[in-house]
């Protein structure tokens, strides 16, 4: 078991957020103390007199330790987009130093931390650098989040590779039904297993009102 991971995604809207809560609530019933962790959010949803973000308080409340919010997510910009063009709107370039702080801090009251991406595994927080060039800096393995949906063996196939080609470990990968009318989506399932080489931590079912916490029973962290 390590005591960070960073979990991707193979596009945007395959379930991270949702994915990240049922793996803390996995983690958390087997006696660790987890907690998540948005480094980057771009999309303020919550509150009109006080901006937070929606995915981040997911974390948040998923978490097994009581954190204040600004400790699990340090760079929170208004507009939802890509974070480098959310920053540019903002006037408020991303400071990585800020992100590994924050991750440093987490790490000294938890295990494992589970670091939740933005978008997908590419990125960008500026026009020179990628969140991948920052879980690279810090040798994070990765979970990748599969939305089971048309296209998604393509998206699952090229993004482990990415992975796999900057050095890291792809330590397990989660299937998401997020789309409740995929065809073959069990024979997606089955041809990703036999070629991600990783083990396939759980299978989330379509469930519009499960809570994370009720689909935590499908993951098996026994992998990691």
Known sequence: MHDS???TGTDTEVGKTYTTAALLHAFIAKGYQA????PVAAGTDLAPDYQLNS???TLQHASATALPYAAINPVL???PCSPHWAAVLANKPI???MLSDGLAHLKQQASPVLVEGAGGWQVPLSETE???DWVVAHQLPVIMVVGIKLGCLNHALLTAEA???RGLTLAGWVANAVDPKAQYSDEMVRY???HLDAPCLGHLPFAADASPAQCASHLDITPL
């Open 163 to 165: 992975i796999r080609a």
């Open 77 to 79: 910009l208004e507009t």
């Open 35 to 38: 907690v998540g962790y948005k």
């Open 5 to 7: 991971y960073f979990i």
């Open 130 to 132: 990628t969140l991948a």
């Open 95 to 97: 400071d990585t130093q």
């Open 55 to 57: 995915d981040a308080v």
């Open 192 to 194: 990703l297993d036999a």
